[in-house]
């Protein structure tokens, strides 16, 4: 389960932006989480709470989970549609020439600490 490295890996990083801000307390972290990203939101927030409790600064923090629609291009027909639904081949022209716009990101995007 990779998703409790990641965690670690959060905790960190927001220990280190209360460290540079003088910040005491961390009452929720929000991550922007694509949703072909290989993380599994209901794993993740399972180690969430496990670890974030062994921290003094983040003792009971909140995580909140934004999620980030999977988008793909197709380089062919111009055209956008669901990576979940369609898969790698373009809907619209049948194509294999499409890459991923967006779905695959993990991004801290809000500390809310005191």
């Not at 960190?12 to 910040?23: G, I, M, Q, S, T």
């Not at 929000?30 to 072909?36: D, F, S, W």
């Not at 927030?45 to 003094?56: F, H, P």
Request: proline share 3%.
């Amino acid at each position: 389960m990779h998703e409790l490295g990641v965690v670690f890996h959060v905790i960190d990083n927001v220990k280190e932006v209360c460290a540079e801000n003088n910040l005491t307390q961390v009452s929720s972290v929000t991550i922007q989480l694509g949703k072909v990203s290989a993380v599994i939101p209901s794993y993740l927030k399972d180690c969430w709470k496990w670890a974030v409790n062994r921290e003094e600064l983040m003792k009971d923090c909140e995580l909140v989970i934004e999620p980030i629609e999977a988008i793909t291009f197709c380089e062919d027909c111009k055209q956008e549609y669901d990576t979940i639904k369609h898969g790698k081949i373009c809907p619209h022209c049948g194509s294999e020439h499409t890459y991923l716009l967006q779905g695959n990101e993990f991004m801290i995007k809000e500390i809310e600490a005191c």
